[in-house]
């Protein structure tokens, strides 16, 4: 069972690291391996699976397996879903799981709510040789990234990316190419990876969304996320290419 409290996962730690036995709740994610695996959201006070304890999902990268981790991203994402859709949002209602397939359906207005992904799109850009990374100003972590941000209504992810590099670096590009996905279950985003070209202009960082940026070769890159990210896939991967 995939236990989850907020962002924490709980695991026991002995002989190894693993996720717990149960299936208490009917909240079903599939299968693992051949068995069937469940998630359960524990609220406070709730006694959790015996012998468990919580840890940041986060912090769980390569200690379980990617099938795992995988799964567990799963769960936080379809146990906030179930959390936050037992009332309808339309109008107030009490909703109900379907039993046939992923839905909550208000049982007063018949208004269906699906589990939903927010799209958002992660670039790296690249001129002369080197590659565009900046600090997040509002996370203020300890090290430097890909730019990156939300797609809005009406929006090609293209337009996304050019519009948020413009917004957030001040500088126009072209040659936009997908490079990949994420699924992202600590923002409930499918993260969305795409390279570009510088065009023109000069950095002008928003002070609001960058608290620094620049542009740093192969052989300078600065401290960067943790392979867990696909941030890291893609700076690995300018890294590893061809000068």
Not at 65 to 71: K, L, P
Not at 117 to 134: F, H, N, Q, T, Y
Not at 217 to 240: C, H, M
Request: include cysteine; charged fraction near 25%.
């Amino acid at each position: 069972m995939f236990a989850l409290s907020g962002q924490n996962l709980f695991v026991v730690r002995e002989p190894q690291i693993a996720i717990p036995t149960g299936s208490a709740t009917p909240l079903v994610l599939g299968e693992l391996n051949g068995k069937p695996c469940f998630a359960k959201l524990f609220e406070d006070g709730e006694e959790p699976p015996a012998g468990s304890e919580p840890v940041a999902l986060r912090q769980l990268f390569g200690a379980l397996t990617d099938e795992e981790f995988a799964v567990a991203g799963r769960a936080l994402g379809l146990t906030a879903w179930d959390r936050d859709h037992r009332f309808c949002g339309r109008c107030g209602g009490n909703t109900e799981a379907s039993t046939t397939e992923r839905v909550r359906t208000c049982t007063r207005c018949g208004f269906a709510a699906y589990p939903r992904l927010s799209p958002a799109v992660i670039m790296l850009v690249e001129r002369d040789g080197k590659c565009l990374l900046a600090r997040n100003a509002r996370t203020k972590m300890p090290f430097y990234s890909t730019l990156a941000g939300f797609v809005e209504v009406g929006e090609t992810l293209e337009e996304t990316v050019a519009r948020e590099v413009r917004e957030e670096a001040g500088i126009e590009i072209h040659s936009i190419r997908y490079f990949g996905s994420q699924p992202w279950p600590f923002t409930g985003s499918l993260m969305i990876g795409f390279t570009a070209k510088w065009k023109s202009g000069e950095l002008q960082e928003d002070p609001t969304e960058i608290m620094d940026a620049g542009w740093f070769g192969r052989d300078e890159i600065p401290v960067v996320p943790p392979k867990l990210s696909i941030a890291r896939e893609l700076i690995d991967a300018f890294v590893s290419s061809r000068p």
